[in-house]
């Protein structure tokens, strides 16, 4: 019996038929990735694609079971095909490079697919497929798994929620002086311990920690002092590092344990509404003698921590070979992580804040959620089981409308339910606040070389001005490149030509009208991918659209009716992406303009009061912070 006849029984002779002649594209080729490509092959796909940026790690071989110690180093996507290709059925082509890059990867490129599996590991990337489905209309199956939890979710684009109609989780940053000097959490500590303390010791970057933010939480002008004052005294303990000098160890402890925090304590303002730290007693340090070898999984008492401190620092200096030499925190490095665990501990012992086992602080300082294969192996075969019912291929569970389809959850992902492991919700029709599938129209201009360098800004905006009929004063933003080209009160750019201005193959174009007084009416903001196609003549060709008129009040009553609905739906996907950078929605006070609606493109929603100008290419582009 062939491997084939199995699908053939479950989705019938002519939708194997069908299947056999479908493109997908499988983006990411780790954990989830490589286990959609197999799945795919399996299924019987006619042609598969798949994308990955990356090299192997040794450190993915437990999980990423198409590579082995000998790959390491080596392409993930190509070497994931060579692993694959003596089982399969399907056409496989890899490709290694950034998903994002619209040099190798154009709209078009993408456009030879029927589908489109993610298997990634970052907001940015999601977001870019997410929308570059939307553009192309063509379905995603969007999936993430975070240790035992994982989702997947089909998107069908106009039908049903995309990827960016639910509010994601965004990794926490602090304001500055939680860090350096109010902490109330031993993650505080921690960060304190790791990205200040530790590189200002053992590295000479010492630019600013990440985990600390711009923000410096406060206004008190004392305490943004005594902050930068404490930064400068940290270079005579980075002496006694480098001179390893191990007779001052205990100058480190009374400075950072007992002398700081005393100077910290005559901040009055601070202790006003919080517990006061207490210094470190300098007995303490003074009597403080290690045992061997004390478990990592247990809490040691605040002595312990001190004489380990002491004990791990001399072995860190031993390892500074000469002046320049830098030590790098690795959470698998056993000493700059006792180092960043007793620092944080003793910190917490000051400031009344529990202790955490070396364990515990391993996991939050190296960021860990463990990636678990099966998890992976189970979404992955969700995914592409999914597909099936996005394609329609199912004859049993024929597909009336998109919100038929089921997304999934396991249990602790959703939260939906305590009794099963999984559980099904059926789609949602996209959220009207949406900036990304419903705030906007989409379309693709098309555009030749001769267009790009002699039609100028000017001419685009007359052009889209005309053609989709905005009658208020219009704004035009490179979203790609995060610039405003064109304002009411920006008009530099219009006489340059597109090309003058970098805009090139793939470029992405916000074009949207001024937000009038209530009740005047606006036109909807219209998104456009710049698709530079073959052709010696000077031509553009504008998509077919109807842009509709909107009015200013309507616009905001939906919006407050549908935010409770967001915020709904976020609880459901808390907690099951792995997800990084996403900025906040900020109000556009300095135009008034619908941008802070458009909350998508990172800094889209860009704060216009903050608009500065980029140094780097061009004087007169405005770059959105
Ligand atoms: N923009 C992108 N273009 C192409 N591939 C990408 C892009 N962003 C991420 N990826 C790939 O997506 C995959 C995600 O897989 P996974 O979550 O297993 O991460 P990993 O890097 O393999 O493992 P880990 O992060 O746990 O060490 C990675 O192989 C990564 O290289
Ligand atoms: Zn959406």
Known sequence: MGRDSSIIRIIGPENYQRLRSLKCLVVGAGGIGSELLKDCILMGFGEIHIVDLDTIDLSNLNRQFLFRQRDVKQAKATTAVKAVKHFSNSKLVPHQGNVMDTTRFPLHWFDQFDIFLNGLDNLAARRYVNKISQFLKKPLVESGTSGFDGHIQPIIPGETECFDCTKKETPKTFPVCTIRSTPSQPIHCIVWAKNFLFNQLFTSDHSAPTGENDDWGTNDKKEIERIKQETNELNSLQQIIRRQDKSHISDILIKLFNKDIKKLLQLDNLWKARAKPTPLHEKLIENATAKKHPSLNVSWPIEEQVCQFVTVTQRLMERIVDENHNIEFDKDDPDTLLFVATAANIRSHVFGIPIKTVFDI???AGNI???????????AGLSTLTALRVLNLLPYA???????????????ASNLSKDRYLSNPKLARPN????????VERGVINITPKGLSELTVGDLVNLLREKYQYPNEISLLDTS???????????????????QINLRDGSVLLFSDEEGDENSMYRKPLELYLNVTSGCERQIKLPDLQVPLLKSTEQEETKQEDSSKADANSENTAGVVILDDEEESTEDKATGKRLRSLSEDNSLHAKRAKLSYSAIEDEDVIEIE
Do not use: G, W
């Not at 959620?369 to 979404?379: G, L, M, Q, S």
């Not at 610039?483 to 009160?489: A, E, F, G, I, T």
């Open 481 to 499: 490149d995060q610039r405003l080209l064109v304002d009411y009160d920006f008009e530099d750019l219009l006489h340059r030509t597109l090309s």
């Open 432 to 439: 009207c606040n949406c900036a990304v599938c419903v705030k």
């Open 369 to 379: 959620i463990p990636a678990i294969a099966t998890t992976n192996a189970i979404v």
């Open 362 to 364: 391993k996991q939050i």
């Open 398 to 412: 024929p597909v009336k409308a998109a919100t038929d389809i089921n997304m999934a959850f396991t249990a602790r």
